[in-house]
């Protein structure tokens, strides 16, 4: 049975810094590109951040780029994302998904096969 559980969410102040984890089980990790969603309330799910396999081919959002990081670790089947310089706008529920084999069609969400349950971001201003 595959699992993704993501963990570091929590309330921060404007400015500041998170760093989200998703752990992987029941899986080929490394068989997986990653990614990371986020869905604030009454508006769709949206795409932040993807990583290759191999962690050699990386996308971001516009509203991410320059401000996070994804970033993955095969022998730990972890995938992270560090989130600087957090913005009120950040507010969501973050989830990471995996995406077997390649990064085609990677900011679409229904191209994913496993989903974690989200954890949930709060930015006050």
């Known amino acids: 049975q595959v699992q993704l559980v993501e963990s570091g969410g929590g309330l921060v102040q404007a400015g500041g810094s998170l760093r989200l984890s998703c752990a992987a089980s029941?899986?080929?990790?490394?068989?997986?590109?990653m990614g990371w969603f986020r869905q604030a309330p009454g508006k769709e799910r949206e795409f932040v951040a993807a990583i290759s396999w191999s962690g050699g081919i990386i996308y971001y959002a516009g509203s991410a780029k320059g401000r996070f990081t994804i970033s993955r670790d095969n022998a730990k089947n972890t995938v992270y994302l560090q989130m600087n310089g957090l913005k009120p706008e950040d507010t969501a529920v973050y989830y990471c998904a995996a995406k077997f084999s390649g990064l085609e069609s990677y900011g679409s969400r229904w191209r994913y096969d496993y989903w974690g349950q989200g954890t949930q971001v709060t930015v006050s201003s």
């Open positions: 029941g899986l080929s990790f490394s068989s997986y590109a």
